[in-house]
């Protein structure tokens, strides 16, 4: 019951923000946006036009989880930068639930609260382009859950660098053309790609939404696949932020900036 009410707790506390911080939230989805359609018009002017509707597509599905990966996995540092600032950060080691608990509940949140500004900063690019994509639920939500357990490891671990660095932003924004190379470089291109976090799932994702594919075509080894990838990763990630916490209380840098 705790757990779920620290969920519940994260969860109104990113929506309030996203809708109290308005002009900022709607400032962000149009900044990515208009990136996509600088991108839609190269492709219209300079690409080859045999390939413009294919491109396209590429395009709004990759900027999207672009945009996904962005808020997954950049959010949680700033999450540790603006307690840090606050003088918050001690008062959540101090919580019975643990702050790996809560940057946690905050990572869901902060997916299932975006969600909704992914789902229509994608309808919006479909609409703007012309081009609807495959948008079978069924099988991208397993895919997607098994994808964000990767996300959410590679959250952990810049929370943890966060934690004892306090200054990462330079590499927060260097973090954002990491996260476009990952989401928009496909798995033909570069096959070992597939061994780093989420790019399997977006992969898979990609073929649902572009060729059609379905969940019956999808192999077990390719589930299996994105299970242990999520799982290592994951579990990788909140090691290194525990031991990065520890670090950080043995040298008494959670109770200042």
Excluded at 118 to 133: A, P, R, V
Excluded at 158 to 171: H, T, W
Aim: aromatic share 14%.
């Amino acid at each position: 019951m705790s757990l779920l009410n620290l969920l519940n707790a994260n969860i109104r506390k990113e929506y309030i923000e996203l809708k109290r911080y308005l002009p900022n939230t709607i400032a962000m989805v149009f900044t990515f946006y208009f990136i996509f359609l600088g991108m839609f018009l190269g492709i219209q002017f300079v690409g080859d036009p045999s390939m413009q509707e294919m491109n396209t597509q590429y395009a709004i599905v990759n900027s999207v989880f672009w945009f996904l990966a962005f808020m997954v996995v950049n959010s949680i540092g700033y999450e540790v930068l603006n307690e840090a600032m606050r003088g918050t950060l001690e008062q959540l080691s101090m919580s019975p639930m643990g702050i790996w608990r809560i940057m946690g509940a905050r990572l869901i949140a902060t997916t299932l609260v975006n969600s909704l500004l992914i789902l229509g900063l994608l309808f919006l690019s479909m609409l703007t382009t012309g081009q609807w994509l495959n948008i079978d639920v069924v099988t991208i939500l397993p895919i997607m859950v098994l994808t964000l357990f990767s996300m959410f490891g590679i959250g952990f671990m810049i929370a943890g660098m966060s934690i004892v660095l306090k200054q990462v932003q330079a590499f927060l924004q260097i973090l954002q053309f990491i996260l476009m190379g990952m989401t928009f470089i496909p798995l033909t291109v570069a096959p070992f790609f597939a061994y780093l976090p989420f790019v399997k799932g977006v992969d898979l994702i990609r073929a649902v939404m572009i060729d059609g594919i379905s969940l019956s075509q999808i192999g077990f080894g390719d589930f299996l696949f994105l299970l242990v990838n999520g799982l290592v990763y994951f579990v990788l990630g909140l090691g290194i932020f525990l031991y990065c916490e520890k670090a950080a209380m043995k040298k008494g840098l959670l109770g200042h900036y």
